[in-house]
């Protein structure tokens, strides 16, 4: 498998990479080779719903999640994917950037 893979710059050296894992239903932030978090989703043919979001404790912030976030809402937006969120995470997160929430619904 060769999964699209977004490079996001992190520190002076570091580079966050994300790729969609289609098969384990995830996104995956990985850093020097290493997963580092993910995004968990559940994909139809018009929507994707974010279940759940985790970053390794030893990688909490550093802006892992928050690129894993950006990074799933800019490719369901390019695929006009509707977002169903279920993932607190990504919920508290659209609140901080709410210039991200276009085409998002929050599951109550």
Do not use: K
Not at 42 to 61: A, Y
Not at 78 to 106: D, K, M, T, Y
């Amino acid at each position: 498998m060769s999964p699209d893979v977004d490079e996001h710059v992190h520190g002076p050296e570091e580079r966050i990479a994300v790729r969609d894992n289609t098969v384990a239903g995830r996104y995956e932030a990985v850093r020097s080779g290493q997963v580092v978090g993910i995004v968990i989703y559940e994909r139809g043919r018009r929507r994707i719903e974010l279940v759940h979001t985790v970053t390794d404790p030893e990688h909490r912030g550093e802006g892992v999640a928050s690129v894993l976030v950006r990074t799933v809402l800019a490719e369901a937006r390019a695929a006009s994917l509707q977002v169903l969120v279920i993932c607190p995470f990504v919920e508290s997160w659209l609140q901080r950037h709410p210039e991200q929430a276009e085409g998002v619904i929050i599951d109550d």
